[in-house]
C-alpha cells in the first residue's frame, strides 16, 4: 500500500534545479488539507533533518540552510505536495522523503527519493 508517492529526484549540477513532487493518492482531500505535509532528507551518516513543512493551518517552515532557495507548495486538486529546489548546492546531496502527518491520527512516510548536486 503506497501512501505517499515521491518523484523528481536526480543528478543535477550545482547552481541547478529540481523539483520534487509528493502525491498522496490513499487520502481523501478534508484529510490532506487536515495534514501537515513536510520534506525531510538524510545524507550518509547523518540524522534525517526537516527541510521544508506546509502546515495545515497555512504556514510553512523552512531549514536555514534552504531558505531562499528551496520553496514548499500544495496542489489541493492533485493532492500533492512539491519541493522547488534551485541554486543547489553538493551539500543538498541527500535522500529526501516526503511526510504526511494527521496530529494524533496518521503519520506516513515516503520511500525516499535521491538527489545528488555534483559536477
Known amino acids: 500500500q503506497v501512501h505517499l508517492a515521491e518523484s523528481g529526484g536526480g543528478l543535477v549540477q550545482p547552481g541547478g534545479s529540481l523539483r520534487l513532487s509528493c502525491k498522496a493518492p490513499r487520502v481523501i482531500l478534508s484529510t490532506f488539507r487536515a495534514s501537515d505535509m513536510g520534506w525531510y532528507r538524510q545524507a550518509p551518516g547523518n540524522q534525517r533533518e526537516l527541510v521544508a513543512v506546509?502546515?495545515?493551518?497555512?504556514?510553512?517552515d523552512y531549514a536555514e540552510s534552504v531558505k531562499g532557495r528551496f520553496t514548499i507548495s500544495r496542489d489541493y486538486n492533485k493532492k500533492t505536495v512539491h519541493l522547488q529546489m534551485n541554486n543547489l548546492k553538493p551539500e543538498d546531496t541527500a535522500i529526501y522523503f516526503c511526510?504526511?502527518?494527521?496530529?494524533?491520527?496518521?503519520?506516513?512516510w515516503g520511500q525516499g527519493t535521491q538527489v545528488t548536486v555534483s559536477s
Open positions: 506546509s502546515r495545515s493551518d497555512g504556514t510553512t
Open positions: 511526510n504526511r502527518n494527521w496530529p494524533g491520527r496518521e503519520d506516513y
